[in-house]
């Protein structure tokens, strides 16, 4: 069965402080993996990765993807309380551009 | 503008009613999507349509029937609503050929009593 786990489920961290956040997955006809980040209202793109070991960078966030273990890492450098948020990873599959999307991450950061 | 519009956002109406969630995009994709997004903010894909035909077609209840009379339209049709309908919907958008264009709509917050 097709599935994306995430990690940790929730986590609560103060101002300044660097988090990573983990996908894991397990998919057939894996395409790339994309990071998300939902706030009240819909999900806003963040990065897709394609090729492994190639990191993509913005800003305070960056992101790499592992395909032989079959995981991806968010990280976010000195946190700011507007990173508080859901962080969604979703595997892009090459039928039809289904996605298959984790359970998120809710992240608080605490001033 | 809004580039993924749904209406309405808040919808609360009683159980066994038919009840219609419209979505339009005005950033000429060619591919549209409907999830629906649990109380755990899981995220599951329910339709897709790219240029009016049914791409995919997951396992939902046949009370829910999605339409799309153009590119730019998906509606999504549930018959018969049941109190697990409850959910948040997502319309989303995308150039079939590049998946980065991925753009979701704000959601419909749907509630049965």
């Known amino acids: 069965e097709d599935k994306v786990v995430q990690s940790p489920l929730s986590l609560v961290v103060h101002e300044g402080d660097t988090v990573t956040l983990n996908c894991s997955y397990e998919v057939t006809n894996f395409r790339s993996l994309l990071w998300y980040k939902q706030e009240k209202k819909a999900p806003t793109f963040l990065f897709m990765l394609?090729?492994?070991?190639i990191e993509k960078k913005s800003g305070r966030l960056s992101s790499i993807l592992d395909k032989k273990e079959l995981f991806s890492i968010l990280n976010i450098t000195a946190t700011q309380t507007g990173d508080s948020a859901v962080y969604l990873c979703a595997a892009l599959l090459n039928t039809g551009n289904q996605f298959y999307f984790g359970t998120g991450t809710s992240l608080t950061v605490i001033p | 503008d809004t580039a993924v519009s749904q209406t309405p956002k808040y919808l609360v109406t009683q159980m066994g009613n038919d009840k219609s969630i419209k979505c339009e995009q005005n950033?000429?994709?060619?591919?549209m999507y409907w999830y629906k997004q649990d109380s755990k903010k899981f995220l599951k894909i329910m339709f897709s349509?790219?240029?009016?035909?049914?791409?995919i077609n997951e396992t939902v209840p046949n009370r829910f029937s999605p339409k799309s009379p153009d590119k730019a339209h998906l509606n999504l049709h549930i018959n018969s609503l049941e109190l697990g309908d409850s959910a948040v919907y997502f319309c989303a958008s995308s150039q079939f050929t590049a998946p980065g264009t991925y753009t979701f709509g704000s959601g419909t917050r749907l509630t049965v009593v």
């Open positions: 950033l000429g994709h060619d591919t």
């Open positions: 394609t090729s492994s070991g």
């Open positions: 349509y790219n240029n009016k035909e049914l791409i």
